[in-house]
C-alpha cells in the first residue's frame, strides 16, 4: 500500500494545508517519505461535524451491525501485515516481535469488543415496572439504559504505535460504546497511522456506515489536539502519554462552556516490593525476571517497575548484586524519538545529581542515536521518604531505583507516601510473607489499579476483568480503565425512561427484548 501523506476525513482521502512533517527513524535520525501537512481549522472542523451527524445514526445501529464493524475492522488492520509490521519497525526502532506480538493484540481486542457489543449487557438496562396501586403513592413504570455520550477523540500514543493508537483500545472502546471517533495521529508514527488510519475507513465503508465514524488528523505540536478538545461537538478525550499533556488537556476540557471528560493515562513508578521470604528462596531467580521486564523496550512502557522496595540483609544485596550483573550486560536498545532519549538521559541525571542516590550499573555503551542504557540506582527508604516527590518521579525508560528498607514500617510508610499507580507488585513466598502482604495490601489498594503476585507489571492481559488505570496521576480518573471491556464504560452516560410507551421505547428496554440483551428488573 502507497502511502499518501493525507489526512482522513470522513473517509476521504484529503491534503492538509499546515505545517510539514515527517516521521523519523530513531535508530539511525532519517526523515521518512512522503512528508505529512497538518489539518488547518477549517478540516479539524470538518471532521468533528462529520462525527457528530454520524453519531446521530451510528448510535442507534443494531448492536450485531456495530459488532459485524469491529471485527471487520479487525480484519483489514491484520491484513495490513507485513506492510504496517516494517514500516513500524522504521518509525518506532521496536522489534519485529514485539511489533507483530502488539499488532495481534490490536486486533484482537477489537474482537473483544464485538463480543461485548453483542451480547449487550454494557447496556445496563434496569427495569422497575409500575405499581398503580401501591400504597402511599403509586409508581411511574421507570426503566434505564446506557447510551453513547458522542464524537470522541483520540490521541495516539508515542510507545504503541498499533495497540494504544488509531485502532487501539481507545478507539475500539468507543467504537463499542457507538462513539465516532476522531484521531489525532501521534507525529512520531504518521505513516503506520495512515495505514492503520486506511484499513479503518475501508471497514466503515464495507459496513455501508456514516464516513464520518472514523477520521483521522495528523500535525505536529499540540494546536491540531486543543482544537479538538475545545471543540463543542467532541464530548470526551482518550490519551495515554506525559504528565504535562495529559493535564494540558485536561485543563482545557474543563474551561469549556461545557467541560468534558479527559480519561488520561498519564505516569507511574510502579513499585515492587521484595519480602523477605523471596528474597531468601529466589533472590537470583527474581532478579532475572526483574530485569527483563525493565529492559523490555528500552523500558518505553507505562508499567515498567521504576521502584524496588527490599529489606537491607544478605538477601537484597544478592538479588542487587544480580540486578546489577543483568543490567551492565544488558545491551543498548533504540527508544522511540529524540526528544523521549533526551527527557530519560535527564531523568537519569537527575537522580545520579542526587545526593542520596548511588548509582550502581548502567547498561552497555551506546551506538547510535537515541540508545537507552538500562539505569540501576539505590537510595535508602529514609532518603525516599525526606523527597517522595524527586526519587519517585517517572524516569520513562529502561531506569529503576532499588530503595534499601529497615523493615515492614518502611515499606508500608513508602506505599502511603507514593503517587497514585497503575501497578503495585509483591514478590512473596507463602506462608512465610503472609502477615507482610496483609500489612500492605490495605495501602497499596488504595495507590494501585492493578496488584499483581509474584509477577512483574510489564505486559498487560486484555480481557473482562483487566483495569490499566489508577489514582492520579496514573489516571485522570481513577474509576476507569483503558485496558478490559471496561474500557466501554468511560463513553456511556445512563438515562432513564419514566412511563415511556411501548412502542416508543428504544429497543432494550422493551418487555418483547427484540434485542435480547440482559434486563436486571426490580
Not at 479539524?44 to 442507534?60: I, P, S, W
Not at 533472590?283 to 521502584?307: I, Y
Not at 541525571?349 to 540506582?377: E, F, K, M, W, Y
Request: proline share 7%; hydrophobic share 45%.
Amino acid at each position: 500500500m502507497q502511502l499518501t501523506g493525507h489526512l482522513l476525513i470522513g473517509g476521504q482521502a484529503v491534503q492538509g494545508t499546515g505545517v510539514a512533517a515527517h516521521s523519523v527513524n530513531p535508530a539511525t535520525g532519517q526523515a521518512l517519505t512522503p512528508e505529512w501537512l497538518g489539518a488547518d481549522a477549517a478540516q479539524v472542523d470538518q471532521a468533528v461535524r462529520l462525527a457528530q451527524e454520524a453519531f446521530l445514526v451510528y448510535r442507534d445501529l443494531p448492536l450485531t451491525a456495530r459488532a459485524a464493524f469491529l471485527e471487520t475492522a479487525a480484519a483489514k488492520v491484520e491484513g495490513l501485515g507485513d506492510t504496517l509490521i516494517d514500516r513500524a519497525m522504521q518509525e518506532t526502532g521496536l522489534p519485529q516481535a514485539r511489533l507483530r506480538g502488539e499488532l495481534g493484540r490490536t486486533v484482537n481486542q477489537l474482537r473483544l469488543f464485538a463480543d461485548v457489543v453483542r451480547r449487550g449487557d454494557w447496556l445496563g438496562v434496569r427495569i422497575e415496572r409500575a405499581q398503580p396501586d401501591r400504597k402511599p403513592m403509586p409508581r411511574s413504570d421507570i426503566r434505564l439504559r446506557r447510551i453513547p455520550i458522542g464524537p470522541v477523540t483520540v490521541f495516539g500514543a508515542s510507545n504503541f504505535p498499533l495497540a494504544f493508537s488509531v485502532a487501539g483500545g481507545d478507539t475500539a472502546a468507543a467504537l463499542a460504546a457507538g462513539c465516532p471517533v476522531v484521531v489525532k495521529a501521534h507525529s512520531a508514527h504518521l505513516g503506520t497511522s495512515e495505514l492503520v488510519g486506511r484499513a479503518l475507513a475501508a471497514a466503515v465503508q464495507e459496513c455501508g456506515l456514516p464516513p464520518g465514524v472514523f477520521s483521522l488528523l495528523t500535525g505536529p505540536g499540540n494546536e491540531i489536539g486543543m482544537q479538538l478538545v475545545r471543540h463543542p461537538q467532541i464530548k470526551a478525550v482518550a490519551f495515554t502519554g506525559s504528565r504535562q499533556g495529559g493535564l494540558a488537556l485536561m485543563q482545557a476540557a474543563a474551561a469549556r462552556p461545557e467541560p468534558i471528560p479527559v480519561f488520561a493515562e498519564m505516569s507511574s513508578v510502579n513499585p515492587v516490593f521484595l519480602l523477605p521470604g523471596a528474597l531468601q528462596a529466589r533472590a537470583e531467580q527474581m532478579a532475572q525476571g526483574f530485569v527483563t521486564s525493565l529492559t523490555g523496550s528500552a523500558g518505553q512502557l507505562c508499567t515498567n517497575p521504576g521502584l524496588v522496595l527490599g529489606i537491607k540483609g544478605p538477601d537484597f544485596d544478592r538479588f542487587t548484586n544480580a540486578v546489577v550483573a543483568q543490567t551492565s550486560a544488558a545491551p543498548a536498545s533504540t527508544m522511540l524519538t529524540a526528544g523521549i532519549h533526551r527527557a530519560y538521559e535527564a531523568g537519569v541525571q537527575t537522580l545520579r545529581n542526587h545526593p542520596q542516590v548511588r548509582i550502581l550499573a548502567q547498561g552497555q555503551d551506546a551506538q547510535g542515536p537515541n540508545q537507552c542504557q538500562a539505569s540501576v540506582a539505590l537510595t535508602s527508604a529514609a532518603a525516599f521518604l525526606a523527597d517522595p516527590e524527586g526519587l519517585g518521579a517517572e524516569v520513562f525508560g529502561a531506569s529503576t531505583v532499588l530503595i534499601e528498607c529497615a523493615s515492614l514500617d518502611d515499606m508500608v510508610a513508602i506505599a502511603r507516601a507514593l503517587e497514585g499507580q497503575l501497578t503495585a507488585t509483591l514478590q512473596a513466598q507463602m506462608p512465610d510473607d503472609g502477615a507482610w502482604m496483609q500489612a500492605l495490601l490495605p495501602d497499596l489498594e488504595l495507590k494501585a489499579g492493578r496488584i499483581l503476585v509474584n509477577g512483574f507489571p510489564t505486559g498487560v492481559e486484555v480481557c473482562h476483568s483487566m483495569v490499566h488505570g489508577g489514582p492520579f496521576p496514573a489516571t485522570s480518573d481513577s474509576r476507569t480503565t483503558s485496558v478490559g471491556t471496561m474500557a466501554i464504560d468511560r463513553f456511556l452516560r445512563p438515562v432513564c425512561y419514566q412511563d415511556v410507551p411501548q412502542e416508543i421505547l428504544p429497543q432494550a428496554l422493551q418487555d418483547g427484548n427484540p434485542w435480547g440483551v440482559a434486563q436486571r428488573e426490580f
